[in-house]
């Protein structure tokens, strides 16, 4: 067997110098405009990160979405650009993307998705462009005219997913600013996908957005990888009251959630004008985490509800920017350890 490679890397933070590998095993990742840090996901109270990527190398400066696909590659929106970059699992330091995608006419871009084809979903809120831009599978450089998805009961886009069925979620509000999820067919066709279902209605509890501006993000969504089960993360335009609804697998029509997680107790803090990008992010195992306020991650446990207590909040130990943009979670499934101490995939170790 040839000897594992460990990554390592040194970063310079406000002039405190940080040295860690690449983090191994689960990991939840947070954006920053300039920057991607990474913690493992079963840390609780201070934490150093175990990954940073960051440097002029990078390009990033308006990083938001971020969302990691089957092969633990980053995928990163920039919103006030018209960039998608996608860097690799071991991406660390000042590294350059693996791949850089362009929209020209452009920008906004608070949302992104990646389906198991590694079809990129590109959300736009511009709207001049508003809709959802679909980047085909290794798709680089400048892509002037994508396909484009709109949906003609939202006039104001929020956020994307894609469900365990490779079919595009789109959260927003109609004209009247009631919050709607619409579901398309995307796994029957990218370029005229049809409308499957939607999610609508006093019922659902979802706050209305009449007074949300067009690159204010208040609504964020996620499905559970295992169950796909529907996370709303919702409030209201002056962040009065935030939740997080969870709603079953394919809900349709003006039904209730299964259970929600809201209250003084949760740590969930709505914010007047958060960063673009996803705020709410499922691990395989049905944890909740989110991108919270003061840079605290909050986690919540499998089916937790009401009025509780983060079950972990990993805060970063290191000086850091001000604010979260997106958040995203890796698993570390099918990795091991080797005798040097390094953590690669199972299949990788099996090839070697």
């Known amino acids: 067997m040839k000897p594992a490679l460990c990554v390592a890397a040194v970063s310079m933070f406000f002039g405190v110098q ?22 493992s996901a079963r840390a609780n109270g201070a934490t150093e990160p175990c990954q940073v990527l960051q440097g002029p190398l990078t390009t990033l400066m308006s990083a938001g979405a971020i969302v990691i696909d089957r092969k633990d590659a980053f995928h990163v929106a920039q919103f006030g650009n018209d960039a998608v970059d996608i860097f690799p699992r071991k991406a660390e330091g000042n590294q350059a993307p693996g791949r850089s995608i362009t929209l020209p006419m452009t920008n906004d871009l608070p949302g992104i998705a990646v389906d198991s084809r590694l079809n990129d979903f590109v959300l736009s809120v511009r709207p001049s462009t508003a809709g959802v831009m679909v980047l085909p599978v290794n798709s680089s450089g400048p892509i002037p005219n994508p396909v484009r998805i709109t949906d003609p009961n939202i006039t104001q886009y929020q956020s994307i997913a894609i469900d365990g069925d490779d079919n595009l979620l789109i959260a927003g509000y109609d004209i009247q600013g009631a919050a709607i999820i619409d579901t398309f067919g995307t796994s029957r066709s990218v370029s005229a996908p049809p409308l499957l279902r939607s999610l609508t209605g006093p019922k659902t509890g979802l706050f209305p957005g009449r007074d949300v501006f067009f690159s204010q993000i208040a ?6 990888p295992r169950t796909d089960e529907l996370f709303v993360y919702n409030t209201t335009a002056d962040a009065s009251q935030t939740q997080v609804s969870v709603f079953a697998a394919k809900a349709s029509g003006n039904v209730r959630p299964l259970r ?7 740590g969930i803090i709505g914010e007047r004008l958060p960063l673009p990008g996803n705020k709410i992010a499922v691990s395989e195992d049905g944890r909740l ?6 840079l605290r991650i909050l986690a919540f446990a499998p089916g937790a509800r009401g009025n509780v ?20 979670f890796r ?20 090839r070697n």
């Open 18 to 39: 940080l040295a860690h590998a690449v983090c191994s095993h689960d990991a939840v990742f947070v954006t920053f405009s300039d920057q991607i840090r990474g913690y």
């Open 331 to 350: 698993s570390g499934r099918g990795e091991h350890k080797d005798d040097d101490g390094c953590w690669r995939r199972t299949d990788e170790a099996g």
């Open 289 to 294: 985490f989110i991108a919270g306020q003061n």
């Open 309 to 328: 207590a983060p079950s972990q909040i990993i805060e970063d130990s290191t000086p850091s920017p001000a604010r979260f943009a997106g958040i995203a």
């Open 219 to 224: 609504t964020s969504i996620a499905v559970d």
């Open 260 to 266: 929600t997680i809201s209250g003084p107790a949760t």
